[in-house]
């Protein structure tokens, strides 16, 4: 949902493919602390698709951005999206604001830690067409629009080995969808909450009025009924329901109103459910993740930094350092027994 909490993360799906290539489609608010915790290097986590502009899609790209920097990627980030009706609504203007948003962030690493993950590969293309956007390794992931709030939105298919994946990101039911996802193996629609439950004073009180209710519950985003209908033609070996708050909040309305349109084989997503799909069968479970968990273990080695590319302080910040030598030299003393290698300490000759 556009609104985070902390049981539920906003859009995210990762794909992981027999040939050991992954592929993240979007990567809404809170989904790199998942991701995290799946203690995947984020070495291999480094392909990121894109479907719309809007927080809840693509609100942890700057987490991912700078945690996988810090925590092992040591190549740029890659990133799809499509273009918008205006050059400032597009893929590549975002990702140009954020890395200037974080450039404060960057320059105090210079120098400090291997910063070559801080950088970024953009390919952004036509909303309006259906088109493939990636061909590699085997994998062909394919555009095509989608119908949310402005132009601007797009889906993907992902072919591999003879299996297909469809996501829809966000979107009003459309022909595209539902011809490029027929018999899918696995197709992700969204699946918006059911309209009385967004109504101001019923429900879980959303807070819409009516009118507004019935505008993003049936326009901007697809009513479970819709979602059903939509499954119906499609029919997939899988057919995934995302973008509702899970739990009692809001899945029994959904799961009600979807079976009205739609009797075959359904998931209704949650954090951390996983489907492991082969050509003979589709397993659905739910992964275990230590919520404890440090950064994810790196896959390839940092390379040295040279204290020359450190920024520094300003001589008015510099001479506001307190003594605190005596505690620290045993611990430079403490890596160079423990690792055999001599480390200088800062500002001695």
């Not at 915790?37 to 070495?43: F, K, S, V, W």
């Not at 948003?101 to 400090?112: F, K």
């Not at 003879?162 to 595209?176: A, E, M, Q």
């Amino acid at each position: 949902m556009p609104t985070p909490r902390p049981a539920q993360a906003a859009a995210c799906f990762l794909v992981e493919l027999g040939n050991g290539d992954k592929f993240l489609f979007d990567i809404g608010d809170g989904s790199v602390e998942r991701l995290f915790g799946l203690q995947i290097p984020t070495a291999f986590l480094d392909k990121v698709f894109i479907g719309h502009l809007h927080g809840d899609h693509f609100g942890g790209i700057g987490a991912l951005y700078v945690g996988g920097g810090i925590a092992g990627r040591f190549t740029p980030l890659r990133i799809w999206g499509p273009s918008g009706a205006r050059p400032e609504l597009g893929t590549a203007a975002a990702i140009e604001a954020m890395e200037k948003m974080y450039l404060w962030d960057l320059e105090g690493r210079l120098g400090q830690t291997d910063v070559r993950g801080f950088a970024t590969e953009v390919t952004e293309f036509d909303f309006k067409e259906v088109q493939v956007v990636y061909e590699e390794n085997g994998v062909k992931i394919t555009s095509f629009p989608a119908i949310h709030a402005i132009d601007g939105s797009v889906s993907y298919r992902l072919d591999w080995n003879g299996l297909s994946f469809v996501y829809s990101s966000d979107t009003y039911p459309n022909k595209w969808f539902v011809e490029l996802a027929k018999d899918a193996d696995l197709a992700i629609h969204e699946c918006f909450i059911a309209v009385p439950d967004l109504v101001e004073g019923s429900g879980y009180n959303y807070g819409l009025a009516p009118e507004a209710a019935l505008q993003v519950g049936t326009q901007i985003h697809t009513a479970p009924e819709a979602f059903g209908k939509v499954m119906s033609a499609v029919e997939p070996r899988m057919a995934v329901a995302y973008h509702f708050w899970g739990g009692i909040d809001s899945t029994p309305g959904v799961l009600e109103r979807i079976r009205t349109t739609y009797e075959g084989p359904l998931s209704l997503a949650q954090d951390y459910m996983v489907w492991n799909v082969t050509k003979d069968e589709i397993k659905v479970r739910m992964a275990v993740i230590d919520h404890e968990s440090w950064n994810p273990p790196a896959a390839y080695p940092p390379v040295p930094v040279s204290p020359e590319d450190r920024v520094g302080y300003s001589p008015e910040i510099e001479a506001g350092r307190w003594d605190v030598d005596d505690v620290l030299r045993p611990i430079y003393e403490e890596a160079e027994e423990a690792l055999g290698r001599e480390f200088p300490y800062p500002g001695d000759e």
